[in-house]
């Protein structure tokens, strides 16, 4: 007897679309075929639908401890299956950040079942913790080492030569930086205009991103240790980064390829406001070109939420960051139906590279004992985004009101569905990622 089975869905197994049925038990693909004759507690008809390995959004900012009045742990789960996505990696500038294994260990029992899909934390490394750096190989539920070398949200900051040295000397672990000069965001702040969200990406100009991430490139290589570059938003960063794959990867989001500046900026203010920033047209194009030449590795959403009274604050007093967990992959459909990429390689940029560069076990494809994490979708369904559906806490979308074709319907996480048609399903069972 089976738990669960997957029956009529198109199913992407081994890069390609195949019908087949799926066969769940204890948590894990059991079968994979024509189950037509197999006895199961309960069946899932995915018939016109496309079955998914488990999406993985490799960027979100779940605010606990500290900000828990914008997010939490068990909200920003909830948004995230809610938008088909089964696995997380959590980022680590909370209050107080989770730069040290006591607050690591903390943020674990935070997580244990209150959150809805599978989740890993980033640890956060700081000037003063890089000998505790070597020691997170083995740390459960441990993604990699997060590094700021720019200031965003929270204080962590890593911007010296020597202590970003130091940080890649003693990793064990991959470091994901979030990459911005802090001397030139320093030097260029004269250029900010109070109450002028415009000037923005002005302040944080792309030479800002280029000299960080060619000095992070640099170190990376000297030391041999992996680097991960997300939210990259220039032209210069992705013709750089794809003379030097290998040890180095990168990651855009799905509002960098949406929206372009200045328009952005006019439409939705300081509500598009976040870091690195929304830049002009000449460099999204640059950014699709990465992903048409599958340049990058992967696309995660950076979902950052603040309240709107928050947002509403004069810029440059308005927080940087915007949701995206729930409709990173509703986005990124519509992208495929418009041509923009294919079906084939958003599950590389959403399940199995996040697997690969990661090392997260078991998840990512659709195979005989892996885990059963699935996003189901309707490519055909056409899906308008309100805010009122948002299930964050900060009950907004920069993508409100816009109207996207793919959508997705169920999100089965460990062999249990999770989410059908927007209605979340029984209580938060998500689990720590295992890494290999």
């Known amino acids: 007897m089976l738990d669960l089975i997957i029956k009529n869905g198109l199913c992407f197994i081994e890069g390609a679309l195949k019908n087949a049925d799926i066969g769940i038990k204890n948590g894990k693909i059991f079968e994979i075929g024509s189950l037509e004759n197999k006895k199961s507690r309960d069946v899932f008809d995915a018939k016109n639908l496309t079955v998914l390995p488990g999406c993985i959004d490799t960027q979100v900012h779940f605010r606990e401890p ?9 909200s920003g789960s909830r948004a995230a299956i809610a938008g088909g996505i089964t696995s997380v990696f959590e980022m680590p500038n909370t209050n107080p950040p989770t730069s040290s294994k006591k607050e690591f260990f903390n943020k674990l029992k935070l997580a244990k079942d209150r959150m809805y899909c599978n989740y890993a934390f980033y ?72 109450g002028d969200v415009k000037t923005h990406p002005i302040w944080r100009n792309e030479v800002s ?36 794959k290998g040890d180095v990867t990168f990651e855009i989001t799905p509002q960098h390829l949406t929206l372009s500046s200045p328009e952005c900026y006019e439409a939705l203010g300081t509500y598009a406001q976040m870091n690195p920033p929304i830049r002009e047209k000449i460099h999204q194009d640059r950014l699709w070109y990465a992903v048409r030449n599958n340049l990058v590795d992967i696309i995660g959403s950076d979902h950052a939420p603040h309240l709107k009274e928050d947002k509403d604050k004069t810029y440059p007093n308005s927080p940087s960051g915007m949701p995206g967990v729930q409709t990173l992959l509703t986005i ?38 892996y885990d059963a994490d699935f996003t189901i979708i309707d490519l055909e369904k056409t899906i308008r985004i309100k805010n009122e559906k948002i299930e964050s806490k900060c009950k907004w979308s920069p993508f409100d009101g816009y109207e996207f074709k793919g959508k997705p319907v169920a999100t089965i996480i460990n062999g249990k569905i999770k989410m059908i048609n927007g209605e979340i399903i029984g209580d938060p069972e998500g689990e720590a990622l295992i890494f290999n």
């Open 209 to 244: 991103a280029i000299a960080s991430t060619r000095r992070i490139v640099k170190i990376a290589e000297r030391f041999k240790k992996k680097a991960h570059i997300l939210h990259v938003t220039t032209k210069d960063e992705v013709d750089f980064l794809s003379q030097h």
């Open 332 to 369: 990124m459909l519509d992208h495929v139906n418009k041509g923009k990429l294919n079906l084939e390689q958003l599950v590389k940029f959403l399940c199995e590279n996040p697997v690969d560069i990661f090392g997260i076990e078991n998840k990512g494809y659709i195979k005989k004992d």
């Open 123 to 194: 640890f956060g490394a700081t000037p003063e913790n890089y000998r505790e750096l070597s020691e997170l190989k083995d740390l459960e539920g441990c993604c990699g080492i997060k590094l700021f070398a720019g200031s965003s949200t929270g204080n962590l900051l890593v911007n010296k030569e020597e202590d970003i040295e130091k940080v890649f000397q003693n990793s064990s672990k991959i470091v994901s930086v979030h990459s911005e000069d802090e001397e030139i965001l320093n030097m260029r702040k004269k250029l900010i205009k109070k």
């Open 66 to 74: 500290g900000s828990t009045n914008a997010e939490d742990l068990n």
